[in-house]
C-alpha cells in the first residue's frame, strides 16, 4: 500500500528518513517537470526547478501547513520557483517560437515521452492554446487535481478555474479540430 505523501514528508522531516524523500520525488518528478515545463518552455530548465523545489522541501518544513495536499503544496512551490527564474531572466519564450524551431527530440526531449501519435498531436494541440488554459487543463485532467488544489496553485478562485477549463477545453477541441484528430472532450 501506497502512504499518502503528508506522512513521507513527515517522516522525512523527524526521522531523516532519506527513503520517504526519494519516494517522494520519484512520485512526483515527472508530473511536476512537465507542469513547470509549461512556465518555462525549457525542459532542461524545468527539471532543474523541479529538483530546486525538492531541494526547498528537503531544507526544512517550509510553510507545509496540511491546509492543502502536499502535491498542491509542492506544485506552489515549483510555480513559485519558476516564476521567479522567468523575472530573473526577464524573458519568457513563447511557445509559438519554440515550435519554429524543431520538432526532434533533442530539441524537444519531452517529444520522445509522446511517442504515441495521438498524444503527440494532443500535446502540439496544447502548445498553441493560451498558456493559462493549458496549465489548468495540465492540472486537472493530467494530474487529476480538485478544483480547490488548482485553484491554489494557480492562483486564482474556484470559478476562474471553472472558467478558464471550459474555455480551455473548448480551445483545446478547436485545435484538435484543425490537425483533424478525433477525440471526445467533455463539454
Given at each position: 500500500?501506497?502512504?499518502?505523501?503528508?506522512i513521507?514528508?513527515?517522516r522525512f522531516?523527524?526521522?531523516?528518513?532519506?527513503?520517504?524523500?526519494?519516494v517522494l520525488?520519484?512520485?512526483?518528478?515527472?508530473s511536476?517537470?512537465?507542469?513547470?515545463n509549461?512556465?518555462?518552455?525549457?525542459?532542461?530548465?524545468?527539471?532543474?526547478?523541479?529538483?530546486?523545489s525538492?531541494?526547498?522541501?528537503a531544507?526544512?518544513?517550509?510553510?507545509?501547513?496540511?491546509?492543502?495536499?502536499?502535491?498542491?503544496w509542492l506544485?506552489?512551490?515549483?510555480?513559485?520557483?519558476?516564476?521567479?527564474?522567468?523575472?530573473?531572466?526577464?524573458?519568457?519564450?513563447?511557445?509559438?517560437?519554440?515550435?519554429?524551431?524543431?520538432t526532434?527530440?533533442?530539441?524537444?526531449?519531452?517529444?520522445?515521452?509522446?511517442?504515441?501519435?495521438?498524444?503527440?498531436?494532443?500535446?502540439?494541440?496544447?502548445?498553441?492554446?493560451?498558456?493559462?488554459?493549458r496549465?489548468?487543463?495540465?492540472?486537472?485532467?493530467?494530474?487529476?487535481m480538485?478544483?480547490?488544489?488548482?485553484?491554489?496553485?494557480?492562483g486564482?478562485?474556484?470559478?476562474?478555474?471553472?472558467?478558464?477549463?471550459d474555455?480551455?477545453?473548448k480551445?483545446?477541441?478547436?485545435?484538435?479540430?484543425?490537425?483533424?484528430?478525433?477525440?471526445?472532450?467533455?463539454?
Amino acid at each position: 500500500m501506497n502512504e499518502r505523501d503528508e506522512i513521507l514528508y513527515n517522516r522525512f522531516l523527524k526521522e531523516k528518513n532519506e527513503e520517504a524523500l526519494l519516494v517522494l520525488i520519484k512520485r512526483h518528478r515527472d508530473s511536476l517537470t512537465l507542469f513547470l515545463n509549461g512556465f518555462v518552455h525549457d525542459m532542461d530548465t524545468a527539471q532543474e526547478l523541479a529538483l530546486d523545489s525538492f531541494a526547498e522541501i528537503a531544507a526544512g518544513p517550509t510553510l507545509f501547513s496540511g491546509r492543502s495536499s502536499f502535491r498542491t503544496w509542492l506544485f506552489s512551490i515549483g510555480k513559485n520557483l519558476a516564476l521567479k527564474y522567468i523575472r530573473k531572466q526577464k524573458r519568457i519564450l513563447p511557445m509559438a517560437e519554440a515550435q519554429d524551431a524543431d520538432t526532434d527530440p533533442a530539441v524537444f526531449p519531452e517529444m520522445e515521452i509522446l511517442k504515441d501519435e495521438r498524444n503527440r498531436q494532443l500535446y502540439e494541440a496544447l502548445s498553441k492554446i493560451n498558456e493559462d488554459y493549458r496549465r489548468i487543463l495540465v492540472l486537472l485532467y493530467f494530474e487529476d487535481m480538485f478544483v480547490d488544489e488548482a485553484a491554489r496553485i494557480m492562483g486564482k478562485n474556484k470559478k476562474q478555474i471553472y472558467n478558464l477549463a471550459d474555455r480551455g477545453k473548448k480551445a483545446l477541441k478547436e485545435e484538435l479540430q484543425k490537425t483533424g484528430f478525433e477525440y471526445e472532450i467533455d463539454q
